[in-house]
C-alpha cells in the first residue's frame, strides 16, 4: 500500500520561483489537506479539500493555491516563493473528514532563500 | 489566543519510568481530540480519536484520557522506541479540519 505519496522530499527555491508540491493517495479519501510544520508550532492547515472540485482556505492560505480535479491528486502551488514559506510541508488524507483518522504523507522540506 | 497547548515541550525519561503528556484546548463544541506519533523526518501517525469527556482508549503502553478541558497520554513503563514528539489536535464544532497542538518531544532513555 503506497498510502499517501509527496514529491519532492526536498526543494530548494530562490525568491519569486514558483513551485507545485505533488500529493498523491491510493485510498479512494474524499478528504485531502496541506499542513506546514515549522519549529515550535503545531501544525498548520493551508488548504483542504472535502472532494474533487472542492477546496477551502485553512489557517494560513497567504501565497498557496490548490486545485483538486481527481480524488486522487491535491497538487499545492507556491505562485511567487518568500523566505517565509521555508517549512516542511505535509499532506493528509481521511476518508471522509476532519473527525477521521488522518493518513498523513512522509514531508517535504523546502528552503527559500 | 493558542487554542491547544501541549505540556511539557520535552520530556526525558529512563526507560520503565511511567509519566503522562498534557494537551489542553479551549475550542468550543468539541467534536474530537485526536493524538498522533511523530518520528523524525516522518509524517505523523495517528494513535487515538476521543470524544467526550470521560472516554478512555489503550494501546500497548499508551493510555489516551479526555476530560472537558484536558486530554492526558499516560506512558506506562517506556521503552526506547517510544521516543518520538507526541502531537494532539482538536476538531472544533462546525469546522472540517483539525487544530494542533506544537507537540511534546519525548526521550526514553535505557
Known amino acids: 500500500n503506497a498510502g499517501v505519496t509527496q514529491t519532492p522530499k526536498f526543494q530548494v527555491l530562490k525568491t519569486g520561483q514558483s513551485m507545485t508540491l505533488q500529493c498523491a493517495q491510493d485510498?479512494?479519501?474524499?478528504?485531502m489537506s496541506w499542513y506546514r510544520q515549522d519549529p515550535g508550532m503545531g501544525l498548520r492547515l493551508i488548504h483542504y479539500?472535502?472532494?474533487?472540485?472542492?477546496?477551502d482556505q485553512g489557517e494560513v492560505p497567504n501565497g498557496y493555491n490548490v486545485s483538486r480535479s481527481t480524488t486522487e491528486d491535491f497538487p499545492l502551488r507556491l505562485l511567487s516563493a518568500a523566505p517565509s514559506q521555508t517549512s516542511v510541508y505535509f499532506c493528509?488524507?481521511?476518508?471522509?473528514?476532519?473527525?477521521?483518522?488522518?493518513?498523513f504523507g512522509s514531508g517535504t522540506q523546502l528552503s527559500v532563500l | 489566543e493558542d487554542q491547544v497547548t501541549q505540556s511539557p515541550e520535552a520530556l526525558r525519561l529512563q526507560e520503565g519510568e511511567s509519566s503522562s503528556l498534557n494537551c489542553s484546548y479551549t475550542?468550543?463544541?468539541?467534536?474530537?481530540l485526536f493524538w498522533y506519533r511523530q518520528d523524525p523526518g516522518k509524517g505523523p501517525e495517528f494513535l487515538f480519536t476521543?470524544?467526550?469527556a470521560g472516554e478512555e482508549k489503550e494501546k500497548e503502553r499508551l493510555k489516551a484520557t479526555l476530560t472537558k478541558k484536558e486530554s492526558f497520554l499516560h506512558i506506562t513503563a517506556p521503552k526506547p522506541e517510544d521516543s518520538a514528539t507526541y502531537l494532539c489536535?482538536?476538531?472544533?464544532?462546525?469546522?472540517?479540519?483539525?487544530?494542533f497542538g506544537a507537540g511534546t518531544r519525548l526521550a526514553v532513555h535505557p
Open positions: 493528509a488524507s481521511s476518508s471522509s473528514g476532519a473527525n477521521e483518522k488522518l493518513f
Open positions: 485510498m479512494n479519501h474524499e478528504y
Open positions: 479539500s472535502v472532494g474533487a472540485g472542492i477546496t
Open positions: 475550542v468550543s463544541g468539541l467534536r474530537g
Open positions: 476521543l470524544y467526550s
Open positions: 489536535a482538536v476538531q472544533e464544532g462546525g469546522y472540517n479540519k483539525l487544530i
